[in-house]
């Protein structure tokens, strides 16, 4: 079912700048202000009384969401490159249940990614990765009053070879 009526407002900037001829800086702000307008009642428990939404934000839908990232180029002098990336995700807390209460909201968390990458000049191109450097631990999704979590992706870590011939 859906509600009736709500009402959504946010702004997103994005931005990248190039300083000099190797260092990109990448800027992503977001912000988003929503409500329900309608009455939209839902049932806390199967036999408990209706609860009214009206008024309350929606599920999914943090009020800041903040990225920074910056990579780098160095060039070689046999025409290879090594390309250093690191990028900061803060997401702001929000409810991650359908259902909008204290224990269906989830905290506000922040992820470092970092990748380094070389492209030799000859045939091939080698990539290391690391999502969720830190290893943050959140959740994106709530179920059953709170006792059943959907955890976030973990540390990721990887090496890609590319081969091209």
Known sequence: FNADKAKSLGAEVETTALVGNATVLTLNLAYLKNEYLDDLFVHFTPTGPPVNLKGFTMPHSPEFSILFGIDHTFNFSNGSTLEPRVSYRWTDEQYAGFLIKPENLAPS?????????????????????????????????????????????????????NVRF
């Not at 990614?113 to 999502?131: E, H, P, Q, R, T």
């Open 109 to 161: 968390y922040s992820i470092v990614d970092f990748s380094m990458s070389y492209n030799a000049v000859k045939n091939w191109y080698l990539n290391f990765y690391a999502n969720n450097a830190l290893n943050e631990h959140y959740y994106t999704m709530v179920q059953a009053d709170g006792a059943v979590v959907f955890p976030g992706s973990p540390r990721t870590m990887g090496v890609t070879l």
